[in-house]
């Protein structure tokens, strides 16, 4: 009889070990390119928001030319953090709360009250992190990375689309078990009756995956014009789309972080913030074209009350895999041949913590 070679999921301390954890965080979320937000939360100058990983905070902030800047949120002086709100506006300038030493939006130390006649500012600016505005999504790197090759989703015109909603998510689970989640939907007919309905869970076409992303497109079942609660399409499909984008649903996971689902009428964002092994942040937003927001009539509730549900499917069964892989009883298991995708993702894992 001959036996064919399964490959398998990854051992336990991949999810359950904080110093595993600790040290993946620093591999993936420190010397990868993460993706931050979107640059239309910032249309005006002084504009910010920050993102934290490990012990690291950045303000991303548009400066007063316009570009985008991501400034490590460690006052030069004696170390102290600059800013503690999530976001905001600064007013042409960016103050230390302890000793004032003051900052314009790029970085550069300004005032630095008490300190010799001969001190210079010039040698104490704020600290950058890597940042590059990649179709309206802005991704930052605390290493020294070289930016990704993306895919080309120039059809869906992204930086055209504008926020309509959010929802943040606290999800007990691994932030990898969310990506793995999302890499395929063998599970659609048992957790997602709604998406079921819209979707042939085993009809999902996949492009090669790279080290940097993986996905492709899933058809719509007959009848069905985007995901929403009922299947009908509220809004007009995106500009630039062809016949066959119109009737589809992309779906992509950058690496590390950003979860890409590109509908025909709009676009659909999961971030990852791991805050613990066990334990991830996921800012969930959903984008619409900026003409559509605008127009009398405009309606979002359908897409988002869909994919809430949906979502909170999601983090359920995430969370119920971690308390499983938790148990002293877990060893990885066998994967199936239709789960490629995933054990493609373990293996850039593996590969990143040197054992391959």
């Not at 990868?32 to 993102?51: L, V």
């Not at 001190?119 to 605390?142: M, Q």
């Not at 949906?310 to 119920?320: A, M, P």
Request: charged fraction near 25%; aromatic fraction near 12%; hydrophobic fraction near 35%.
């Amino acid at each position: 009889m001959i036996r064919f070679y399964m490959h398998t999921t990854l051992p336990r301390r991949f999810y359950a070990d904080p110093d595993f954890y600790r040290a993946e965080l620093e591999r993936f979320y420190v010397n990868r390119w993460i993706c931050a937000g979107r640059a239309d939360q910032m249309p005006n100058p002084g504009d910010y928001f920050t993102r934290e990983v490990g012990d690291d905070n950045v303000i991303v902030t548009r400066d007063t030319s316009g570009d985008v800047r991501a400034l490590f949120n460690v006052c030069r002086h004696r170390g102290t953090r600059l800013c503690d709100q999530a976001a905001g506006h600064f007013v042409e300038r960016i103050q230390c709360p302890y000793h004032a030493w003051t900052y314009d939006l790029g970085g550069r130390l300004l005032a630095a009250p008490h300190m010799a006649p001969d001190f210079c500012k010039d040698d104490y600016p704020l600290k950058h992190a890597g940042c590059r505005v990649w179709e309206g999504h802005i991704f930052i790197c605390f290493g020294s990375a070289d930016f990704p090759a993306l895919p080309d989703f120039g059809a869906w015109s992204m930086n055209d689309l504008r926020l309509g909603h959010r929802i943040v998510y606290d999800v007990r689970a691994n932030w990898k078990l969310i990506v793995l989640n999302f890499n395929e939907c063998l599970h659609c007919p048992t957790l997602h009756p709604a998406l079921n309905r819209l979707h042939h869970y085993l009809g999902a076409d996949n492009v090669q995956p790279t080290e940097c992303y993986c996905g492709g497109a899933m058809g719509f079942k007959d009848g069905v014009e985007t995901m929403s609660v009922d299947g009908k399409r509220r809004r007009p499909c995106l500009p630039g789309l062809n016949r066959s984008q119109q009737q589809q649903v992309a779906y992509y996971s950058i690496y590390p972080n950003l979860l890409l689902s590109l509908h025909p009428d709009y676009m659909m964002t999961h971030t990852l913030w791991p805050r613990a092994h066990d334990r991830t942040e996921i800012v969930c937003e959903w984008h619409f074209h900026r003409d559509a927001i605008n127009t009398p009539g405009f309606v979002t509730d359908d897409a988002i009350a869909f994919w809430d549900e949906t979502n909170r499917e999601d983090w359920w069964i995430s969370e119920q895999s971690q308390k499983g892989i938790s148990s002293r009883a877990y060893e990885p298991g066998p994967y199936s041949t239709r789960e490629e995708l995933l054990w493609g993702f373990d293996e850039i894992v593996r590969r990143s913590a040197g054992q391959v």
